[in-house]
T-cell receptor, first 111, second 114 residues
């Protein structure tokens, strides 16, 4: 089993739709969680951190479920500019610097 | 404010050649790392450093060497290139020593080994 797993998609949605991605992690003692966004042929950029109580940034909501060992990203009112690959990132329990990336979920928002 | 500067952007090597990918950051970050990204595999950690003079192996270190003589620079050396090292390489840095904070990435190097 991979340490961090994501459904690679692609998720094809119309503009204005709500879409959600999940990411599961295998180590229950993992410490920190993040969502990164990567545009085609570009470097990843931090979208948002994921906090235990859940957090929201505009149209984006991130949630953490430690009991089931997954994090989620919800995008409301999808825009064409949201088309990208979304990477789930987990910090292992020892927090030694070995960040673990999921393989990414591709979102394509269509007019 | 340059951030993380990674060079070259593209490189073609023949099997057995050696080369160094350069990475420099001007944000005084303690943590620096190298990743490779392959289709369907996500980003995999090659080597990382939590400060000058300290380096450690990541998930896929074989065939690569690193050094961290200064806070700013973290070069990645391919000792004897192999076709399996064809990939996109990213350098990244963050303020804290553990990498558990916001990562800043370089723009990537597309490497092809023939």
């Amino acid at each position: 089993r991979k340490e961090v797993e994501q459904d690679p998609g692609p998720f094809n949605v119309p503009e204005g739709a709500t879409v959600a991605f999940n990411c599961t992690y295998s180590n229950s003692a993992s410490q920190s969680f993040f969502w990164y966004r990567q545009d085609c042929r570009k470097e990843p950029k931090l979208l948002m951190s994921v906090y235990s109580s859940g957090n929201e940034d505009g149209r984006f909501t991130a949630q953490l479920n430690r009991a089931s060992q997954y994090i989620s990203l919800l995008i409301r009112d999808s825009k064409l500019s949201d088309s990208a690959t979304y990477l789930c990132v987990v910090t292992p329990p020892s927090n030694t610097g070995k960040l673990i990336f999921g393989q990414g979920t591709t979102l394509q928002v269509k007019p | 404010n340059a951030g993380v500067t990674q060079t070259p952007k593209f490189q073609v090597l023949k099997t057995g050649q050696s080369m160094t990918l350069q990475c420099a950051q001007d944000m005084n970050h303690e943590y620096m790392s190298w990743y490779r990204q392959d289709p369907g595999m996500g980003l995999r950690l090659i080597h990382y450093s939590v400060g000058a003079g300290i380096t450690d192996q990541g998930e896929v270190p074989n065939g690569y060497n690193v050094s961290r003589s200064t806070t700013e620079d973290f070069p990645l050396r391919l000792l004897s290139a192999a076709p399996s090292q064809t990939s996109v390489y990213f350098c990244a840095s963050s303020y804290g020593p553990t990498g558990g904070e916001k990562l800043f990435f370089g723009s990537g190097t597309q490497l092809s080994v023939l």
